[in-house]
Every structure is written in structure tokens, then in C-alpha cells.
């Protein structure tokens, strides 16, 4: 399912040993999932970041996305606390899991659309292995990457901030900006817009699958950004 020794993609490995040659401290490969295999909420971001997840070696960790991903996250009781600066910090997930689209750090966190394709076949083994009720993608190319993983069509489920898609397998695909540094100090995306998708996800897996309300699909603005 995830290969740490993964270098399929050129551009991306010979990026990483750079890195690895300048940064010896760095964590610099394919960076893991963290969390509950079998849990009921998946995260998918983008991609490492050059001082996060590249660093450290753990999704959203030590980078400004993480800081508002796992304070929300432990807000609504899916992280034991909400700090993110030290894989070594004993924060622990319950119920949720966190994965990127593309398991490498890019140049300029921009991956290609083939480098997107190439890495997808690890998502898609992680959401066939351990099927999750709910999907929260940030981002476009996230949103974009768990349609391919599932063998659907993006065009059939529009990528907009706080759009539900109800997909054929049963799960629930809820979309978001990226916690982004640029997006939140744009105000793209608030700490309040963002914890009203995360609250409305804690409310449903709560709920529990028997009783569940369906949320309106598509709910939200479409958008073209690829954060």
C-alpha cells in the first residue's frame, strides 16, 4: 500500500535527494499515513510540505497548514491535542487518518498531473483496504485524486468549499479549501468555514451509519483553485 522506497516518478526523487544532500536532517522520502487504518474519516491533503511533512516525516507536521488542520481536528475530537510541530509529540488520531494525494514533496508543492496518476495507485489501495464512511479532501487536486482512486469521474463530483458528494460506494466525499498559509490569510478560507465542515463530518460519523441524515450534495461555491 505505501513503499518508502517508492522513486516512480524522476522529476520528484531526484528532488528529494537534493534535498536530502542540503537538509541531511530531513526526513526527505515518501511520507506515510498517520492515524487509524480502519478509521472513519480519511483526510487527503496535497502534498508534503518542504518544511512540514518533508521534515518530519508526518502529514501536516511542522508546517502553518497543520497548525489549523489539527487544531480543528482535536476541537471536534479526532486528535488527542491540537499541536503539530513534532512527529515526537505523542499526538494521537481517534476515528481519523491523514494522507496526501501525492506521497513526495514537489518542486514548488506543485506536482504534475502524471506525477498525480503515478502515485494515485497508493490512494486507491489505502480507500479499497481500509474503506473510511467519510472523505474530507482539501483541495482540488485532492478532491480530484480520490475520485480517480475510486474510479469515478471528476466531472460527475464538482470540487466547491463545503460541497457533499454522496458517492456509489457509500461514502461521503465533504471538500474544503487547503488550510493553506495563503488561503488563510487571504481569508479564503476562515477558521470558522473551516470548522463548519469539520463539525458537520463529526455530526454525521456521530450519528452513526443506520440513522445518518443525507447532507445536500453539491452544497457550496465551485472553485478552480488546486488548494
Do not use: W
Amino acid at each position: 500500500m505505501f513503499d518508502a522506497a517508492c522513486r516512480d516518478c524522476g522529476r520528484l526523487a531526484a528532488h528529494l535527494d537534493a534535498v536530502r544532500a542540503s537538509q541531511p536532517a530531513y526526513h526527505a522520502r515518501p511520507v506515510p499515513p498517520f492515524g487509524d487504518p480502519e478509521a472513519a474519516l480519511l483526510v487527503v491533503g496535497l502534498a508534503p510540505g518542504m518544511h512540514g511533512a518533508n521534515r518530519t516525516g508526518r502529514p501536516f507536521t511542522g508546517d502553518y497548514a497543520g497548525i489549523l488542520l489539527y487544531r480543528t481536528l482535536h476541537a471536534h475530537g479526532f486528535a488527542s491535542h491540537a499541536g503539530s510541530a513534532d512527529p515526537h509529540d505523542g499526538l494521537r488520531l481517534t476515528g481519523c487518518r491523514i494522507t496526501n494525494a501525492v506521497k513526495c514533496l514537489p518542486p514548488q508543492n506543485k506536482p504534475t498531473p502524471a506525477e498525480a496518476r503515478t502515485c494515485n495507485r497508493f490512494l486507491a489501495e489505502e480507500l479499497r483496504r481500509f474503506p473510511p464512511r467519510v472523505v474530507l479532501a482539501l483541495g482540488r487536486v485532492a478532491h480530484d485524486a480520490v475520485l480517480m482512486a475510486l474510479g469515478l469521474k471528476a466531472g460527475a463530483y464538482r470540487f466547491g468549499h463545503h460541497a457533499i458528494h454522496e458517492l456509489p460506494n457509500g461514502m461521503a466525499l465533504y471538500d474544503s479549501y487547503h488550510c493553506s498559509r495563503y488561503n488563510t490569510q487571504t481569508r479564503r478560507l476562515t477558521d470558522a468555514m473551516f470548522a463548519a465542515v469539520v463539525s458537520e463530518i463529526a455530526a454525521r460519523l456521530a450519528l452513526g451509519p443506520s440513522t445518518q441524515g443525507a447532507p445536500t450534495p453539491g452544497r457550496g461555491q465551485p472553485a478552480n483553485d488546486v488548494r
